[in-house]
């Protein structure tokens, strides 16, 4: 499966997913969806102009514009992997320097599985349904398919446009590798121990946090933020659950209409009455209105669902941000401890000083942009709501618009045959 | 063994035509009521008449009936209609756990939709019952509907809905193997019962798949409820005024719109569902009308071959010169030659009465499906139109997020 991501959408990859021209502006909109307030500026363009999904990866072009003179070209793409965006997100993290920004938070790993399953099962159970039944199932399922890929490389997407948007981390040297070296970056997916070790060091980290965020902090705003992002991120993350669960349950009741629409059909065929007319009637009803309804499903999922889940990583972004500053705060203060310490005995007190005093310029520096940075994530927050909810707003309006007419259209045609 | 077929059939028609569907009689069961405590509770229903038939000495009339007072109904109406071709509306099938758990008082929302599912389902009966002509006629059905004491039913065990299915099974494996035998001598006989058999296959699929719609609706309902829930969480821990307002108006809606959903799964249920269980049955109840006729001609064809027999002997004693026997066999041939008559007349009434009712039967067939299928696309209208009432509200608040 090929796909071609942002604004420039081929009509070509529209094809079986639904009829209907006016689908075709929400994968616009959908796609950039938590791209809320990005200025992209001609210093530097990123965007992913193109996707394979091969069997067990999928490559994605990524394809830069810049006039910055840190590149050799104006304009050139390379390929790269999940792994390599992974390898990317990490050297942020771990950067010292980076320790008072909210790291963008990485793009989840691609996830085919579910969808190739339900390809196979379908496969392996072709005899037992109709032609017709079999065709429209492959469809949905291929639309599915298609929708998953469309989703993770936006995700990706996102990631790198964030990046790119942000004054400090754009100037990355990493990352200017990661844009425009031409060769695979040798970054093997993690293996086992460092696997193990990454998840001790999580573990670590969040026994600090529980520690670390046990100190009042002297700073109103810092204390503010802290009690808000704790409370949001665990009830973001509930609601991205659960809103999951309902688009999940949506679909599988466009799926019930889908079989509907079929059986009524068979009826519709075999029938000796003059009800066969009605029953094909009602099974066109059925197939378009199942459509509309996927596509509300869809459009949740992508406007509540996405949106949901990305704040849910932001906020953890942003989390992580605040126990850097606080761990700095904890080492300020234990340089001022030891250099106490140091004058009280009259010993390594220069030693002591210049800790402390770099103890100190960190925790400050971390301080000035985090304050900056949280701001910044609320009122990037409360656009990406914004846009997502008048959005959501406006297909579910369009949606349940169409379906009316469609089901008034076809009570006309039926009360006028009866 | 041929039934005088084309004449009869346009005569039958134009009756029918003549007819119309005048039945001005309209059933309503309602008021469930418990009765009694523990294993001897029952639940007792309202049955109301309205009509203006003359046959009623009133035009609106209701009496209080059991759930066994309605099976005992369809067992009179069965043991007297069926084996002669009248396709006899089934009732209700029995539920042991479900009424278990009424009678043992569990107040809950599984016992309210048990015996609303009920209450619908028997008064669907009713209404089928009284539309059919004959069936109105009958006085069992007249005291039914009439009388305030009715005798306990008996038996009604073995008489259930489930019952006479059953027994039309096994009749019909029964006939299966008499199949071959029968010289069908009219191809409508073999083409209904075909068509019989293709839209009862057809219907169950469809049915299944409407079962899996309404319990998807259900599931859809409960999660949009918790997620309501989840995002009024939400809007009250975010700090951005605006923003909280907005979400905290997005979680009514989504509250206002599970109930829609959870209304919409009541209209997929009774409207829908069960309109394709109850039509599952009556294809049931017409196959096995169906094997009745079989079993009617094997009735016949046996007298005939009896009728054979007593000859053959009648020749052999008068060969053998036994004058009293010969008596006896001549009156055994006039016996024979009497149920043969009976047999074919048996025969040819049963296939005369089967192709009237299978004709009225798919008339019935065709505006049930119409009206209800269309009824329930107003259904579907009326959530689509809620809807647009409910974003239409939202938007703006989602535009005044600043």
Redesign the interface.
């Known amino acids: 499966v090929r796909a071609c991501a942002g604004p420039r959408l081929g009509a070509a990859m529209m094809e079986g997913l639904d009829d209907g021209p006016d689908f075709l502006s929400e994968e616009d909109r959908g796609l950039k969806a938590i791209n809320v307030d990005l200025q992209s500026d001609a210093a530097l363009q990123v965007d992913i102009s193109d996707a394979l999904s091969e069997r067990d990866k999928v490559k994605f072009t990524v394809h830069t514009k810049s006039s910055l003179p840190n590149f050799k070209q104006n304009e050139f793409s390379v390929v790269r992997q999940h792994e390599e965006f992974i390898w990317l997100h990490d050297s942020f993290v771990e950067n010292e320097d980076y320790a008072g920004y909210i790291i963008p938070p990485a793009p989840p790993r691609p996830d085919f599985d579910a969808s190739r399953e339900k390809l196979q099962k379908l496969g392996e159970g072709e005899g037992s349904m109709t032609k017709e039944e079999f065709t429209k199932m492959k469809q949905e399922l291929e639309a599915e398919y298609l929708a998953i890929f469309k989703k993770t490389v936006a995700m990706h997407e996102v990631f790198l446009c964030r990046v790119a948007a942000h004054p400090i981390l754009r100037k990355d040297l990493n990352f200017h590798v990661f844009l425009e070296y031409n060769q695979d970056l040798s970054v093997r997916g993690k293996n086992k121990k460092e696997k193990l070790e990454d998840f001790f060091k999580n573990m670590v980290k969040s026994a600090d946090g529980v520690i670390v965020s046990g100190v009042k902090d002297v700073d109103d705003f810092f204390e503010h933020e802290r009690t808000f992002l704790l409370e949001y991120h665990n009830r973001v993350k509930d609601a991205s659950a659960k809103s999951d669960r309902m688009t999940r349950s949506h679909k599988s009741a466009a799926d019930d209409y889908n079989r509907i629409g079929s059986s009524l059909y068979a009826l519709g065929t075999q029938d000796s009455t003059d009800i066969c007319k009605f029953f094909l009637k009602v099974s066109e009803l059925f197939d378009k209105t199942r459509k509309i309804e996927a596509r509300v499903s869809a459009d949740e999922d992508l406007k509540l669902s996405d949106l949901l889940k990305y704040y849910l990583r932001e906020s953890q972004a942003a989390k992580d941000l605040l126990y850097r500053r606080s761990r700095s705060l904890v080492d300020y203060e234990n340089a001022n401890k030891a250099l106490d310490k140091a004058r009280a005995k009259n010993k390594d007190v220069l030693q002591a000083e210049t800790s402390q005093q770099l103890c100190c310029q960190k925790f400050e520096k971390i301080s000035e942009s985090a304050k900056q940075e949280l701001i910044d994530f609320k009122t990037r927050r409360v656009a990406a709501f914004r846009k997502n909810l008048v959005e959501l707003a406006e297909l579910e309006l369009k949606h349940a618009k169409g379906n009316l007419q469609l089901l008034q259209n076809c009570l006309a045609v039926l009360n006028g045959d009866t | 063994m041929s039934a005088p077929v084309i004449f009869d059939r346009s005569r039958e028609e134009i009756e029918e035509e003549a007819n119309g569907d005048v039945f001005d009689i309209e059933i309503g069961v309602s008021d469930p009521e418990k009765v009694g405590d523990g294993m001897n509770a029952y639940m007792a229903y309202r049955v109301t008449t309205k009509t203006s038939l003359s046959m009623f000495s009133k035009s609106e009339f209701s009496v209080k009936r059991r759930f066994s007072d309605f099976l005992g109904l369809h067992s009179k109406l069965a043991s007297k209609y069926l084996h002669v071709g009248y396709i006899v509306p089934p009732a209700p099938e029995k539920s042991i756990v479900g009424m278990t758990k009424v009678k043992v008082g569990k107040e809950d929302s599984s016992s309210t939709e048990f015996v609303e599912k009920r209450r619908a389902a028997l008064e669907r009966y009713l209404q089928r019952t009284v539309k059919h002509p004959t069936l109105l006629q009958d006085p069992d059905l007249r005291q039914f509907l009439e009388s305030s004491e009715l005798p306990r039913a008996v038996n009604t065990q073995a008489l259930s809905g489930a019952g006479i299915l059953r027994m039309v099974n096994k009749a019909a494996d029964a006939v299966n193997k008499m199949t071959i035998k029968m010289n069908e001598s009219d191809a409508w006989f073999e083409e209904k019962q075909q068509?019989f058999e293709?839209?009862d296959q057809?219907?169950r699929?469809?049915h299944a798949?409407?079962e899996?719609?309404v319990c998807?609706?259900k599931?859809?309902s409960a999660?949009?409820a918790?997620?309501a829930?989840?995002?009024a969480?939400?809007g009250?821990?975010?700090?951005?005024t605006?923003?909280s307002r907005?979400?905290s108006q997005?979680a009514e809606v989504e509250e206002k719109i599970d109930q829609l959903h959870q209304e919409q799964a009541f209209a997929d249920f009774y409207m829908f569902s069960e309109l394709l269980s109850d039509y599952i049955r009556l294809i049931a109840a017409v196959k096995g009308v169906f094997d009745h006729r079989m079993k009617c001609w094997q009735k016949w064809e046996d007298a005939q071959i009896t009728l054979l027999k007593k000859r053959e002997t009648e020749a052999k004693m008068m060969v053998a010169n036994k004058p009293d026997k010969i008596q006896q066999a001549k009156n055994e041939i006039r016996e024979w030659e009497a149920k043969v008559q009976q047999g074919e007349r048996d025969f040819e009434q049963i296939s005369k009465t089967i192709r009237k009712e299978v004709g009225r039967f798919?008339k019935e067939?065709?505006k049930d499906?119409?009206t209800v299928?269309?009824k329930y696309?107003?259904s579907?209208?009326q959530t689509?139109?809620q809807?647009?009432k409910y974003?239409?509200a939202?938007?703006p608040e989602?535009?005044a997020?600043a």
Do not use: C, G, P
Request: no cysteine.
């Open positions: 068509q293709n839209l057809q219907l699929k469809l798949s409407v899996a719609l998807h609706r599931e859809l999660n949009t918790a997620f829930k989840s995002a969480m939400l009250n821990s975010e700090d951005h605006a923003l907005a979400l997005l798919e067939r065709v499906f119409k299928i269309i696309l107003e579907l209208v689509q139109q809807l647009i974003w239409e939202f938007l989602a535009k997020i």
